[in-house]
């Protein structure tokens, strides 16, 4: 069943977020600013767009992988989260891990917005978790071949 996510527009620059293609996953979201970005520099780069979420979901913004690959290009906090409730202007985090500046310009397709269900929990304070095969052994226990 198709949830519904409505979208407020806060300039009229701003471009409504949608699938490239059928069966994508994530959204486009567009700049409706320009801006540089310095090598290891960071820039917020705002979209124009409100959005409502449906119930029990959240938007994760996520980079695009051509800015990735070809300009070092990324979402630096991937993925960012908006919460349901939040009512504010979509922003996108963007930082360049490149060696060259980065110009953002003005309705370039900064990031991607994929709607995701979230599961509530129930928090159980205890003395001991269950054990398993794993433990607690963590970074690199699996090794790398």
Known sequence: ??????IKKLNEE??????????DAGMDLYSVEGGTILPGETLLIKTGLQIELPENTEAQIRPRSG????HSITVLNSPGTIDEGYRGEIGVILINHGKQPFIVEKS???A?????????VDI??????????????????????
């Open 124 to 145: 159980l304070k205890v003395e001991e978790l269950t054990e398993t095969e794993r433990s607690e052994a963590g970074f690199g226990s699996t090794g790398t071949k």
């Open 14 to 23: 701003a471009v409504i977020p949608c699938y490239a293609h059928k069966g």
């Open 67 to 70: 800015l990735a690959l070809k």
């Open 112 to 120: 991607q917005m994929v709607i995701k269900p979230v599961l509530k």
């Open 108 to 110: 370039m397709r900064i």
């Open 1 to 6: 069943m198709k949830k519904l996510l409505k």
